[in-house]
């Protein structure tokens, strides 16, 4: 079940009964963005419905409907062959090499059965083996949700465990602290140290206890916070974003430990963790998830309509962004793969271009993969203690659209410092040889920038690829290649032996070659070195 790939569904709620919707690509941290109301909960409950054991007897769910696409493995294959040598013209080395590496879809069926919908290899009489192996796989999964509206108050001792709106919280923590059964460092250790990673610098806690205390006359188990400098204080009077990140880290760090989940894979559904969340606390939240998800191969569905998390997760690998749309009365799910669909979220979410004055400055570049290959090389040369979306944010200008921008702030053009008064520029030279001089544009950009004090960048090379060094190319590929790639040799011509249609696929090349990029192969090519360590300078400037 870890290795779903797309879902299918259709009838449920405001989804179109008619025909069926799909998120495609399931990856370790999955994001469902949309409006209020438009069908994000209604998709959680489709996945918590797959990741159960029982099927939820959810009013309107015909688990009939539900549809999903594994790939073929050799358990299933097992399963088949349980008790023979072969079958017809099968053996199972025959069908395990005809089925690898393909998708199968996958009805679910009443209770806890499944069956596979592809039975294109001939074997009907002896599908339920493979059935039987999905179901039990199946049988190993929970799913945890946590709710849009959620909150932690004393409670009374119990058996631990913890509901979708906070219910449970105070008691799990108190039968880990107090209870011999249990791992007290897992909360004193593990759970404060992701706390602090969280909540720092704003807030750093040195320890976390729980006491008895009165309430309406009845004893109950209150969690108090220690803060470093400041007074305990109890989880129940704290902020809603605190008892948020409190929930969440419950429920990675602690729920795993308990009985009810020994042995189990569990897969989250997180709703809004945005609420009362000030942005510099959501990325921190966002990226922890994203590490923690990768790091413990664990499966995450995010619904928000913050444009927070579009930034946090856009271009990382093994996350997928759903866009759930809502038009006419009837939801539908579109894929998140260009940054044109990404804008196209912005405008339903009605976010405005202010909303990136929330960042201390401004970094222009091209194109979304220039701003993948700098900040690769801040991680290679510098210090790299500065975090995108809080100290500094990337804006595009798209080539030949820079004619239109100005550093100056009376202009009939678009200014830039009017969007953000700490700004930095990146442009490619497109110079095809030596001797070649930069067009009046970017000259008169160079011009506006110097008389600013403000940084500018222009490539020593045509364009910022031709800074990639040929041994990054040859490790990411396994080809050698003769030499490198000219300084005012075009680089799309260079690359296009190695790697087919590289110009329309820029985002995807700058993703797969920037773990190829070291210190030692890029340290020496023309001026890199140096312009990143300025343009770093700059971004400690604007956050002194």
């Given at each position: 079940?870890?290795?779903?790939?797309?879902?299918?569904?259709?009838?449920?709620?405001?989804?179109?009964?008619?025909?069926y919707?799909?998120?495609?690509d399931?990856?370790?941290?999955n994001?469902?963005?949309?409006?209020?109301?438009?069908?994000?909960?209604?998709?959680?409950?489709?996945?918590?419905?797959?990741?159960?054991?029982?099927?939820?007897?959810?009013?309107?769910?015909?688990?009939?409907?539900?549809?999903?696409?594994?790939?073929?493995?050799k358990?299933?294959?097992?399963?088949?062959?349980?008790?023979?040598s072969?079958?017809?013209?099968?053996?199972?080395t025959?069908?395990?090499?005809?089925?690898?590496?393909?998708l199968?879809?996958?009805?679910?069926?009443?209770?806890?059965?499944?069956?596979?919908?592809?039975?294109?290899?001939?074997?009907?009489?002896h599908?339920?083996?493979?059935?039987?192996?999905?179901?039990?796989?199946r049988?190993?999964?929970?799913?945890?949700?946590?709710?849009?509206?959620?909150?932690?108050?004393?409670?009374?001792?119990?058996?631990?465990?913890?509901?979708s709106?906070?219910?449970?919280?105070s008691?799990?923590?108190?039968?880990?602290?107090?209870?011999?059964?249990?791992?007290?460092?897992?909360?004193?250790?593990?759970?404060?140290?992701?706390l602090?990673?969280?909540?720092?610098?704003?807030?750093?806690?040195?320890?976390?206890?729980?006491?008895?205390?009165?309430?309406?006359?009845?004893?109950l188990?209150?969690?108090?916070?220690?803060?470093?400098?400041?007074?305990?204080?109890?989880?129940?009077?704290?902020?809603?974003?605190?008892k948020?990140?409190?929930?969440?880290?419950?429920?990675?760090?602690?729920?795993?430990?308990?009985k009810?989940?020994?042995?189990?894979?569990?897969?989250?559904?997180?709703?809004?963790?945005?609420?009362?969340?000030?942005?510099?606390?959501?990325?921190?939240?966002?990226?922890?998830?994203?590490?923690?998800s990768?790091?413990?191969?664990v499966?995450?569905?995010?619904?928000?309509?913050?444009?927070?998390?579009?930034?946090?997760?856009?271009?990382?690998?093994?996350?997928?962004?759903?866009?759930?749309?809502?038009?006419?009365?009837?939801?539908?799910i579109?894929?998140?793969?260009?940054?044109?669909?990404?804008?196209?979220?912005?405008?339903?979410?009605?976010?405005?271009?202010?909303?990136i004055?929330?960042?201390?400055?401004?970094?222009?570049?091209?194109?979304?993969?220039?701003?993948?290959?700098?900040?690769?090389w801040?991680?290679?040369?510098?210090?790299?203690?500065y975090?995108?979306?809080?100290?500094?944010?990337?804006?595009?200008?798209?080539?030949?659209?820079?004619?239109?921008?100005?550093?100056?702030?009376?202009?009939?053009?678009?200014s830039?410092?009017?969007?953000?008064?700490?700004?930095?520029?990146?442009?490619?030279?497109?110079?095809?040889?030596?001797?070649?001089?930069?067009n009046?544009?970017?000259?008169?950009?160079?011009?506006?920038?110097?008389?600013?004090?403000?940084?500018?960048?222009?490539?020593?090379?045509?364009?910022?690829e031709?800074?990639?060094?040929?041994?990054a190319?040859?490790?990411?590929?396994?080809?050698?290649?003769?030499?490198?790639?000219?300084?005012?040799q075009l680089?799309?011509?260079?690359?296009?032996?190695?790697?087919?249609?590289?110009s329309?696929?820029?985002?995807?090349?700058?993703?797969?070659?920037?773990?190829?990029?070291?210190?030692?192969?890029?340290?020496?090519?023309?001026?890199?070195?140096?312009?990143?360590?300025?343009?770093?300078?700059?971004?400690?400037?604007?956050?002194?």
């Open positions: 079940m870890h290795n779903v790939k797309n879902v299918r569904f259709k009838g449920y709620k405001v989804f179109t009964k008619n025909n919707v799909e998120m495609k399931i990856s370790h941290v994001v469902i963005i949309g409006k209020n109301n438009c069908g994000k909960t209604s998709l959680l409950d489709i996945i918590e419905t797959i990741f159960s054991c029982k099927s939820l007897l959810r009013p309107g769910i015909d688990v009939e409907n539900i549809q999903f696409d594994v790939p073929f493995d358990t299933m294959v097992d399963g088949i062959f349980s008790g023979y072969g079958i017809g013209q099968w053996t199972a025959k069908l395990a090499e005809a089925t690898e590496g393909k199968y879809p996958i009805n679910l069926k009443a209770g806890e059965t499944v069956e596979i919908a592809d039975n294109s290899f001939g074997l009907s009489q599908i339920n083996g493979a059935n039987r192996v999905l179901a039990s796989r049988g190993n999964y929970s799913f945890r949700k946590i709710s849009a509206e959620r909150n932690v108050y004393p409670e009374a001792e119990s058996e631990p465990n913890l509901y709106e906070g219910e449970g919280a008691n799990l923590i108190a039968t880990f602290l107090n209870d011999s059964n249990y791992d007290e460092h897992i909360i004193e250790v593990d759970f404060l140290d992701a602090n990673r969280i909540m720092k610098p704003e807030a750093e806690f040195e320890s976390i206890r729980v006491q008895q205390v009165n309430y309406d006359g009845k004893r188990w209150e969690v108090f916070l220690q803060e470093k400098g400041a007074q305990r204080v109890p989880l129940s009077k704290t902020g809603s974003g605190l948020t990140i409190v929930l969440v880290l419950l429920n990675l760090l602690v729920i795993p430990n308990i009810a989940y020994s042995g189990k894979r569990i897969v989250y559904g997180f709703e809004e963790l945005e609420n009362n969340l000030h942005p510099a606390l959501q990325r921190r939240l966002f990226e922890y998830l994203y590490d923690f990768l790091e413990n191969d499966i995450l569905f995010l619904t928000t309509h913050s444009h927070i998390a579009i930034n946090a997760f856009f271009d990382k690998e093994n996350t997928s962004i759903y866009h759930v749309i809502k038009e006419n009365g009837s939801a539908s579109k894929c998140i793969e260009t940054h044109i669909d990404k804008t196209e979220i912005l405008d339903d979410l009605d976010v405005k271009a202010s909303d004055l929330q960042a201390n400055g401004i970094i222009w570049v091209e194109g979304p993969s220039d701003r993948i290959y700098i900040k690769r801040f991680e290679l040369f510098t210090p790299n203690n975090k995108e979306g809080k100290h500094f944010q990337f804006l595009y200008y798209g080539g030949r659209l820079l004619s239109q921008y100005s550093a100056e702030e009376e202009t009939d053009l678009i830039i410092i009017t969007t953000n008064r700490n700004a930095a520029i990146v442009i490619d030279s497109d110079k095809r040889y030596k001797s070649a001089t930069l009046d544009t970017k000259k008169r950009i160079m011009q506006e920038f110097d008389n600013l004090q403000m940084f500018y960048w222009i490539t020593k090379g045509k364009e910022i031709n800074y990639l060094p040929k041994q190319i040859e490790n990411m590929q396994s080809v050698k290649i003769k030499k490198e790639c000219g300084q005012y680089f799309p011509d260079y690359v296009e032996k190695y790697y087919k249609n590289f329309n696929k820029k985002v995807p090349f700058a993703n797969k070659i920037k773990e190829y990029l070291t210190e030692e192969n890029s340290r020496n090519v023309f001026d890199l070195k140096k312009q990143i360590e300025q343009l770093y300078r700059q971004i400690q400037y604007w956050n002194e």
